[in-house]
């Protein structure tokens, strides 16, 4: 089940929200979104539920003796055994494949590769189990002592299948404790409309350009083709996942819970250090917390422990070697800014720093979209101009043109609400003083969000398929 779907959003969701707020005590309302939980996950993968229950029962389990024992050397024991089981699970159903073909390529073997599907969300509530039972050990959280809450935090349907990644610690006392104020409702549901608008309106139609023209062999598009539908992508991998997180985080404070944020308009960034400061921040803070800074073979080792950080990062967004250059592209130019220095940093002309940033982005996203190495290759051929100039391909075509003007105020739009329009908004909003014009903000702003959402429900009505980008990883 997704999000962006009309069966969600206008049967799942709101006998969730009937159920939650008929049920008085905290206790009941946790069963209740628990049993809502593992239905919607069930609706899609009803064999691989029982992974997630086990997943929850076993680094419930661990915590709890990692939590007893932590001052003792049994407790890095624990520690080691949880990460085997939790790492050991997550390569297996998703990167069992990818080695065994990488083998199969290099010693020219041919063992046979096993057809394995891939868990949805694995990668989420995996990272949220390793944070949780590292959080243990360190003492950053005390081990929940009840299952049932254990299981909540893990799979609550919000956030189970694509993020954010949550931290124990952000909602240990909200799970035993919360209440949803007038507030929360409020908000909740502006972000879950917004976000929902730039998934269905914004991100659906953006990928149709996209496969357009990179769903086909790309060796024939010219220059300026692969150009736009590289900026076209980069917008709709932003839509489509901060969509998502959105919504997340909307369903969230409905529900009475606070997630952290994941995203805060990270085009507009000057550096790449502080693009990865506002993308899927809840993936980058989980690098740098757990791994960047942990003593590897004895002692801090910072460049090893870059390298090893960004290799990850790569590799957790899945199972093939354009990834890995993805994650190690960035690297390197992280590397290349901690090099420099910030001082010789903030003297670059701001034209300048935005150029730069942007260049590095959008090539990144070219890797990033390109798992084929042929069609990689013929990617950077086109972006460069090489292919034009060898004749193979023209610098411009009337296909292109035509596309961009048809789609000029959808292009626009996403350009636009790149920006913080909405917090924006909502500031002004909050610092209206006058209370009847403040209650008339407020309505205005709920009139919109219906309007919206009836355009979404629209487009849903004849769309089949809606999945989230993250939603594979």
Known sequence: MVFADLYFLLFFLPLCVICYFIARKIQ???????????????????????????????????????????????GKVLVAISLVVDIGLLFVFKYTGFFIATINGIFGASIPIPDITLPIGISFFTFQAISYIVDCYWGTVEPQMKFHRFLLYLSLFPQLIAGPIVRYSVVAEEISERRTTAVDMYEGIIRLVVGLTKKVIIANNLWTIVDTFFGQNIVGLSTMGTWYTLIVYSLYVYFDFSGYSDMAIGMGRIFGFHFD???????????????????????????????????????????????????????????????????????????????????????????????????????????????????????????????????????????????????????????ILCWPVRTKIMDR?????????????????????????????????????????????
């Open 28 to 74: 009941t309302r946790n069963i209740i979104l628990i049993i809502f939980s593992l239905i919607f996950y069930a609706w899609g993968e009803p064999l691989w539920v029982f992974l997630l229950i086990f997943s929850a029962a076993f680094n419930w389990y661990m915590g709890r003796l990692i939590g007893s024992r932590k001052e003792s050397p049994n």
């Open 261 to 415: 944020e994941n995203f805060n308009h990270p085009f507009l960034c000057q550096t790449i250090a502080e693009f990865w400061q506002r993308w899927h921040i809840s993936l980058g803070s989980f690098f740098r917390d757990y791994l960047l800074y942990v003593p590897l073979f004895g002692k801090r080792r910072k460049y090893f422990g870059l390298f090893l950080v960004w290799f990850c990062t790569g590799m957790w967004h899945g199972a093939s070697w354009n990834f890995i250059l993805w994650g190690l592209y960035y690297g390197l130019f992280i590397l290349f800014e901690q090099k420099l220095g910030k001082k010789k940093l903030k003297k670059w002309p701001l034209w300048w720093k935005h150029i730069y940033t942007k260049l590095v982005i959008l090539i990144g996203f070219g890797i990033f979209y390109f798992e084929d190495f042929g069609q990689l290759g013929q990617f950077f051929l086109n972006i460069t101009g090489i292919n034009a100039i060898a004749g193979n391909s023209p610098f411009a075509d009337p296909i292109t043109w035509s596309s961009f003007i048809g789609n000029i105020f959808l292009i626009a739009a996403a350009v």
């Open 429 to 473: 909003i909050n610092k209206i003083r006058n209370i009847k014009n403040f209650g008339t903000a407020r309505i205005c702003v709920i009139a919109v969000c219906m309007v919206l959402f009836t355009i979404c429900a629209i487009f849903l009505v004849d769309s089949t398929n809606n999945p989230f980008l993250y939603w594979r990883f």
